[in-house]
């Protein structure tokens, strides 16, 4: 923050004596000027985006600038040569001939480098192939079940890195524009999961909630996000996702007795990388969204290069459900339900399923976490203004929803806690946890949550740095 302040009152002084030199002293011209503060301006110029903005890919492209700029100044150099006298001009047309020198040297630099940044991605490419094709033959692949019964896996598709405070900051300040600001400064990080779920259903085939991130969004960040030029670079980090080759989509559905080719159906929470990325392996299925988080919340648009032509968008014309104003029945059957819980993107909605023993209720990112349930004591960083009165909104619905029902349970993109990394996944380790698997998670969820949503004691976050004071930290809840 400190250099960001100097680099933003130097670009102020610049702008200020280029157009009036006389503001800055006496002897104050515009040549001063462009010495004493555009150098500097300059070289901040260049180190924010070397550190923000840089990508692998435009090195072809920043050498060819640099290139072009020594040869500019090369002739610039040797016609005030010319036009100079005696030694005066013999020095000038050295300077030239170093000047453009240099800039040969930089373009035969930048027409090599296109096929080195290719070669290096295409590497980067095939060495994951290797890796997820061993991941896939490693010992202990399932055998798919077939027996008519609805089943439902979690995926767990890598971690995404994020600010403590974007996850757990909500009423700590951290929200709209400075929750933004916040997250580009704060380095109070932690590892969450980015969970997909699969539905295996006798009626209407396979199905995912979410899809994930996918295996070049984590390890080929570049060359995936290059695709959306600047805006994708503004709001991304390099090292935002981590992934382990099982955890790859393709690997973890092959490594259940599925076929990622077979998805038919990908109910989307709504638009968000990290939910969307996996459709990039799933270019044949339908991919249920609102239209409103189509329309006005996609940022990433290469993730659904495979699927734009696939889109459904539901009216949410089936009446009430519950505390929910609208909603949709998608199959017509009363077995998926669809509710629209706008806030953390314009169209978030989250899926109702209801399986042979109960309901499950996967909540993509309207809360993040179990305790998120006790909404006036945790919240995640929220957008603001109406944004974030709609998101309360619907966690007051989700709340009465899973208080009139205890045959629903609430399933998770991200939580962090004992609740999805023990309890979720022994109970649906093989897709049917049954009456007293629901009962289970029920149980957990009233050991944390008293029946007004407030949280029990020793379950309330707290953020613990790490060791070394370098890296990312945990949670504990106390």
């Known amino acids: ?27 104050s011209t515009r040549r001063r000027v462009l010495a004493f503060i555009g150098v500097p301006v300059g070289l901040g110029t260049l180190g924010l985006y070397l550190a923000v903005v840089y990508y692998v890919t435009d090195l072809p492209v920043l050498l060819a600038l640099a290139a072009t700029a020594c040869l500019a100044w090369a002739a610039a150099t040797f016609l005030r040569g010319r036009r100079a006298a005696g030694g005066r001009s013999a020095r000038s047309t050295r300077r030239a001939f170093l000047a453009g020198g240099a800039g040969l ?14 070669r290096q991605r295409r590497g980067v490419l095939a060495r994951g192939e290797q890796e997820r094709q061993a991941a896939v033959r490693a010992p202990g692949t399932r055998q798919r079940i077939v027996d008519g019964a609805v089943r439902v896996f979690p995926i767990h598709t890598g971690d995404t890195i994020v600010t403590y405070g974007q996850f757990y900051g909500g009423l700590d300040g951290w929200e709209g524009l400075n929750g933004y600001l916040r997250t580009l400064v704060d380095k109070a990080q932690i590892a969450v999961p980015v969970y997909a779920y699969l539905i295996d259903h006798p009626r209407h085939g396979l199905m995912l909630v979410d899809s994930g991130v996918n295996w070049e969004q984590t390890h080929d960040h570049d060359g ?55 459709l990039r392996y799933l270019p044949q299925a339908t991919v249920v969204l609102d239209r409103r988080d189509w329309e006005h919340g996609t940022v990433y648009p290469y993730s659904f290069d495979l699927v734009k032509n696939n889109l459904s968008f539901p009216a949410f014309d089936s009446g009430a459900f519950g505390a ?25 909605m989250c899926v109702l399923l209801r399986l042979d023993a109960g309901n ?43 208080a009139s029902d205890p045959a629903t349970v609430p399933l998770f993109a991200h939580d962090n806690t004992r609740y999805q990394s023990d309890l979720v996944v022994s109970a649906f380790a093989h897709g049917t ?31 613990v740095p790490p060791a ?5 930290g945990r949670v504990e809840l106390r």
């Open 1 to 27: 923050m400190p250099l960001l302040v100097v680099y933003g009152l130097l670009l102020v002084g610049l702008v200020v004596g280029l157009l009036w030199p006389g503001v800055l002293g006496l002897r």
């Open 105 to 118: 040297v930089l373009g035969v630099l930048s027409g090599l480098s296109v096929d080195l940044v290719e």
């Open 224 to 278: 995936y996000y290059n695709h959306n030029q600047m805006v994708s670079r503004l709001l991304t980090q390099r090292d935002e996702y981590q992934m382990t080759p099982e955890q790859d989509l393709r690997v973890r559905l092959a490594r259940l007795g599925y076929d990622a080719k077979e998805i038919t159906t990908v109910f989307l929470t709504h638009v968000h990388d990290d939910h969307a990325g996996g």
């Open 324 to 348: 929910f104003p609208d909603s949709q029945d998608h199959f017509g059957d009363g077995s998926l339900i669809l509710l629209p819980t706008p806030g953390h993107s314009p169209g978030h």
């Open 360 to 402: 499950v209720l996967f909540m993509g990112d309207t809360l993040y976490t179990l305790p998120h349930l006790a909404t006036d004591q945790v919240r995640q960083m929220t957008i603001g203004g109406a944004d974030t009165t709609h998101q309360i909104e619907a966690a007051r619905r989700i709340q009465t929803l899973l």
């Open 433 to 463: 946890p049954g009456k007293e698997g629901l009962r289970e998670l029920r149980r957990y969820m009233e050991a944390v949550l008293t029946p007004d949503w407030r949280l029990r004691p020793g379950h309330t976050p707290h953020f």
């Open 468 to 472: 070394s004071g370098m890296g990312l």
